[in-house]
């Protein structure tokens, strides 16, 4: 087999940490090269790579492009950073994965032969061009998301081959281990190769039917970085930045270019934008009516509109759409009824077409907004989600001022059932408030 050398192999993982360690740089800007270049190039030639070998040998991609990056801190920390990074990655992973197609140094005759019958079906040269590299990433995303495979697994596979996550990383994004997350994926690959699933787009009938579990992924890689439960952290940017980048490949590609997808990005780009005000020095979250506006990014908010705009130039409305259309709102700081009752409508909207936990509370605080706290505890009671520390939390902030003995039996039972340091620490400083 292809030498592992860089099995679960990340830039803030151990493998490269501790190449670094033993390295004496020139400088810390050459220090943070390599990272910065494995982060951002690691899914390009690998999605090219998976394209050229075909579906049965992702691990041999990744493997090479692992093993190119290995290279690279080996040979820049004694000879130096080449003039052009990046040129330099891409010629030695060609070279590598030539060597492994044309000569049979490191598998066995019967593997090598195996691959090269599926290279010449994709031509023996590896094409690295940007609108190659783009094509190859959507085209992967269609074959990832194919349905034969589970949501989460979907999921796990985009993290590790288009967006270059390691298995640590993407244990912490499901809550689990890396020997779960190692099994997940395995069988996944192992079942996109029984059904043959080949790495191309679809056709135009197939790509809207595929579409939705592309969205689906994207959409909840989204929200996992938006609030994750992961390493006590509730906001991971690194996971939004890159569903938001894989949601702009579908707008930019002629094939994808729709509706649904720019109702996305552009709920994406609502959200992302009170990012910075989003989280406190401590780590805390900031309730919307706290934050400081003068922190939104309004260049985001701006590219929110332009894709909204986009969407509504389609003849159906999406989940996205509505949900975008909320974010919307939220973006326009001033208490207003108007507001508050234009996102109570939308929920209930949203209601319809998918009914969720945090959906229908959501709804509820925008209620309270519109209606009063008391009208809005009348429906908290309705939803009984008993086992949601966040329906705790509402029922806590409609109780205040109402009932503040009330508010702290209900911020205690939210405490009880909170996962995560940040959001015990932020229902500590309700109680602390009440006090």
Known sequence: MFSKLSVDLKWRGKILHCVFASLHWKDMQQQELIPHLFRKEFRKITSVLCKHLGIDHIETAEDIVSDTF???VETWSYKGIP??????????????????????????????????????????????????????????????CHPCI????????????LCGFGIDEIADA??????????????????????????????????????????????????EGYYSESQDNVLRKDLCLEAMRLTKLLVENEQTNKPSVNALLSLMCFHSSRFEARIDERGEMILYRDQDESLWNQELIEKG?????????GDTISKYHIEAGIAYWHTIKA??????????????????????????????????????????????????????????????????????????????????????????????????QLT
């Open 335 to 432: 208490d207003t009824k108007e507001k508050w009752e234009s996102i109570v409508l939308l929920y209930d909207r949203l209601l319809q077409i998918q009914h969720t936990p945090i959906a229908a509370l959501n709804r509820t605080y925008a209620f309270s907004k519109a209606k009063g706290k008391e009208a809005a505890i009348l429906e908290a009671r309705k939803l009984k989600l008993e086992d949601n520390h966040f329906y705790f939390m509402l029922l806590g902030e409609l109780y205040k001022d109402v009932d503040n003995n009330k508010s702290k039996e209900n911020f205690q039972k939210a405490l009880e059932l909170a996962k995560t340091k940040t959001d015990k620490q932020t229902i500590e400083t309700h109680l602390t």
């Open 83 to 144: 003039e052009n990074p990046t040129a330099w990655l891409y010629t030695v992973a060609k070279n590598k994965a030539r060597n492994l197609l044309q000569r049979n140094l490191i598998f066995n005759d019967k593997i090598t032969r195996e691959l090269i019958i599926s290279s010449e079906a994709q031509g023996n040269e590896i094409d690295l061009s940007d609108r190659n590299i783009q094509d190859s990433q959507l085209q992967m995303l269609f074959a990832l």
């Open 305 to 313: 509109l332009y894709f909204f705009h986009q969407a509504s130039l």
């Open 174 to 223: 499901f809550l689990t281990n890396k020997e779960t997350i190692n099994k997940r994926l395995f069988r996944a690959k192992e079942k996109l190769r029984t059904e043959k699933v080949t790495i191309e787009f679809p056709d135009q009938r197939e790509i809207s039917n595929r579409l939705e579990n592309v969205l689906t992924t994207l959409y909840l890689l989204f929200s």
């Open 150 to 161: 589970s949501t989460e697994a979907q999921i796990g596979l985009s993290l590790r081959i």
């Open 70 to 72: 290995l290279q690279a």
